[in-house]
């Protein structure tokens, strides 16, 4: 979707991407450093997980179908350095075993197929998914796990800026592991007006309203599970819904107040 950022956007945009980059490429010395001397050690046994999963992507927008179903890679590890969760990887600054903060990258944001969509909207330009990098803050406490993250968008799709507050449980049975949890995303109005904004220029061409979004804050919640089949294969489970609030769902893309994830994949485990 085109769009002229402002002076003061430029300027933020900038200065999010540099300290993003900055934090990113002085990770692995930081986290080594003595100032995290109470750091977990490195652990030589971790294991990595590699496997194929596969999504429906059950979208918001007024779509023909909104049901859209990928084959994705998955990869998971984790020895108290680095890790990698599926579409996101990243490196613990501070990782002591109740606090955890680390600088990551992951695939974020919706698409917007105009081929896929109905009416008038067909008309209207893609909206392509984007990587964010930001930090992640996590503190472990006898009730759960609090996770406060900020993100920016690196690739400028968007040039949005995304934080989520997040309460995650663990519950495990046998050979059944399960995380559940629920929290806010803040979305900024560079993000939602590129993903949900429609500009004169759209509506000129075709007939659609003008739509300029707002800050938003979505609630959303998430459970996954693990089964462990054996020493070697597992199985996976993802199911995520998100509401979207009225700076969203006003939009003349959107014909749903919900946006769901479902994921199931198998996974070996080296």
Known sequence: MSKTPTLSHLVKRTVLSALTATTLLGVASFSNAAFFKNNLPTDQDAELSVGVNVIAVKSAYDLEDSTDIKVLPGVFYDNNRVYARGAQAGAYLIND????????????????DPDDATGALQGLDKRKSSAAAGLSYLRRTPIGGFRLQVATDVLDKS?????????????????????????????????NNYYYGVNEQESAKTGV??????????????????????????????????????????????DSRTDATTTLGLLYKF
Do not use: C, H
């Open 209 to 254: 309203e003008a739509y300029e979004s707002n800050n938003s804050l979505n609630p959303y919640i998430n459970i996954s599970a693990n089964y462990d089949f054996n020493e070697r294969w597992a199985g996976f489970a993802n199911q995520s819904l998100s509401y979207l609030p009225n700076e969203q769902y006003d939009s003349p893309m959107v």
């Open 97 to 112: 075993g109740t606090n955890q903060l680390s600088a990551y990258a992951q695939l974020d944001g919706s698409e917007f």
């Open 159 to 191: 040039g949005g800026n995304t934080a989520r507050l997040t309460y995650l449980a663990k519950i495990t049975k046998n050979k059944l592991t399960v995380y559940p949890s629920i929290g806010f995303e803040y979305q900024d109005a560079d993000y």
